[in-house]
């Protein structure tokens, strides 16, 4: 599977994986799934984030980025994404973020990545913080 989906905060923040070549069929699939993921997430929570890992091999295009359903999801909080994109992927990726009127950001690590949303999401349980370093990607 191109994909894996977990809680990396349980009801909190989910973390998506992308590795290799993702298919349309599979992105969409991904999309539904992080939708039942943001349904089951924390029913007392405003939002539920995401960190978005990108190995660098995996490609979208920005019609396929505007057709996708969780950014519209009423629970959708930040979406904070890891890979290995040149400055021209970014680009699009912040673009499409505006398109789409996503809370975004991109990170250079998993340790960042959590940082950032501590630090935008005062709610997020201190007490299930994970401990991550860059060797957990």
């Known amino acids: 599977m191109p994909y894996q989906l977990d ?4 009801k909190r923040i989910v973390l998506l994986k992308y590795q290799g070549t993702i298919t ?12 039942r993921f943001y349904d089951e997430g924390d029913a007392d929570a405003a ?10 091999t995996s490609k979208t295009s920005l019609v396929q980025l505007t057709s996708l359903k969780w950014p519209k999801h009423p629970r959708n909080g930040w979406m904070i994404a890891i ?28 340790a960042e990545a959590v940082e ?8 997020l349980p201190e007490a299930t913080r994970p401990s991550v370093t860059s060797a957990d990607l």
């Open 7 to 10: 809680w990396l905060v349980p």
């Open 24 to 35: 349309e069929t599979e992105l969409h699939e991904s999309d539904a799934a992080l939708c």
């Open 47 to 56: 939002h539920i984030h995401q960190i978005c890992i990108l190995d660098g």
């Open 83 to 110: 890979g290995k994109a040149n400055s021209i992927e970014r680009i699009i990726g912040g673009f499409a973020a505006q398109l789409l009127k996503m809370r975004y950001r991109s990170a250079n690590s998993l």
């Open 116 to 123: 950032t949303l501590y630090r935008v999401d005062l709610t």
